[in-house]
């Protein structure tokens, strides 16, 4: 496994894998693996000749009060999982060479980044379209991949793919979890282990409503109320939103029809947890 | 020569020339081609194996009040001026091909685009930014020219290229000239036998501020005041700015020193003229 630090050497083993007509599969990464990382890699490796995953924690998208600085890094614990699940190329750049002085070029998705999480985190995913198009201009992939842990982002990146002609294709991988349902997440680390207990709840009020869908209640009304509900019932968690939307456009619904997103996100202590199930009907 | 006109082909096309080890130099226009726009095409012409040169007027960087609708548009004459410049593909898309319904994603290079141009037309250099984006994608070039012209758009291109790490070069081209000096653009063909006549005191006024500068003088508030003195001498012409710049971060500078980029808007009628110089000292 090679790790690369510099854009200039990267781009440039892009070009000539291009050339040699070999297919680039990319998994752009904030690093602190887990196995949803791991999943995205392997799939990579299935589909493509070779497997790039990007380590990169990227300030742009972090507001100035989020975890920037304490978002957990690990770069050697990084290397080891990557080389174990098949990646050919860790590309490692630093924040200088990323965002360098004078810096000012940013992408906006900007109706469905206005949605769930981009409400509570302004400026969120002009960050992380905005790293997604540098990263996708210097591995030069013809598939990258994405969790559905972080649908929004799935979301946003393919609209952006698409909007700007992007010769490239998004797949997006399910979510990885615990064996007790949890959803897998790099910010997992921070939670003790009550906390890792209580937040479980997330992962029951999402069952609940599927549940309830299977059952066929089709009142978005009534499963939001179950699901905070569910969710309040732990004192430790605050619900930063409950939404049921339209899958594509990512709009609030009344009535559960088509592909559905239920997203949920939660702050238990200083940790911001996400979740969700997409379910058709 | 061939004429594309889908997305989808083009981008097959450039991926195919590509793969057969071509350069493929690429001259963006909103067609209505004139003298500047065919200098960019030799100089790809000589640059590249293939000249692309796309015809679409933009509607994403006009705003509301803006010229879209009259914008001049002789698709048949600009193929005839194409070919005859050695362009082997013009690509021409449609409106609703190149944003379709739902389209949301733009790119904007923040401090740029706050100067000179950016002032007066608001959303401008977003548009641009965003199409320009979009069509080096399609096309997928190894070289884009631009001309000097529009020396702020050629300044923020250049910078989205190099913050978003996109694998190409930019060239930009000098200004092209009527034998009597007056800037070519595709606008001038707005212009009444007077009011061409009226705005050859844009290049006099350029004129004068360079052979104050050449005469050494540095101070910008001396040479600015000549320019307006001689552009307000003119009663038909009214000054949106005029601007002198450091040419690389487009901000107001007190004395002349390094590259100097002086940038006249001006309106006639309903015409907006611009032209400039860049100086170096």
Chains 1, 2 share one sequence.
Not at 53 to 67: C, K, R, T
Not at 246 to 252: G, H, I, K, M, V
């Amino acid at each position: 496994m090679k790790i690369i630090r510099s854009i200039k050497k990267m781009q440039q083993l892009a070009v000539q894998l291009k050339k040699q007509g070999k297919a680039i599969g990319f998994v752009p990464t904030m690093g602190c693996l887990h196995e949803g990382h791991l999943s995205l890699a392997k799939q990579a490796r299935l589909d493509a000749d070779i497997t790039v995953m990007s380590i990169f924690v990227n300030p742009a998208q972090f507001s100035p009060n989020e975890d920037f600085k304490k978002y957990p890094r690990n770069f050697k614990r990084d290397c080891y999982l990557a080389k174990e699940s098949g990646v050919d190329i860790i590309f490692h750049p630093s924040q200088n060479l990323m965002y360098p002085k004078g810096f000012q070029t940013y992408i906006e998705v900007e109706i469905l980044s206005k949605y769930l999480c981009g409400k509570s985190r302004p400026g969120h995913f002009k960050g992380v379209a905005t790293i997604v198009m540098k990263l996708f201009n210097i591995v030069n992939p013809d598939i990258a991949y994405f969790g559905q842990k972080d649908a929004q982002q799935a979301r946003i990146i393919r609209q952006m793919a698409s909007d700007l002609n992007m010769d490239l294709k998004i797949k997006t991988m399910p979510i990885v979890r615990e064996h007790d349902g949890f959803a897998m997440s790099s910010r997992n680390a921070y939670l003790s282990p009550t906390q890792r207990k209580d937040a479980l709840v997330l992962k029951n009020a999402l069952q609940k409503a599927k549940d309830m869908i299977n059952s066929d209640e089709i009142d978005v009304g009534k499963i939001k109320k179950q699901i905070c509900r569910i969710i309040n019932s732990v004192p430790s968690l605050k619900i930063d939103y409950v939404s049921v939307v339209n899958a594509d456009t990512l709009e609030d619904i009344d009535v559960i029809r088509g592909r559905v997103l239920i997203a949920l996100a939660v702050k238990i202590g200083n940790t911001r947890l996400i979740d969700n199930a997409i379910i058709k009907r």
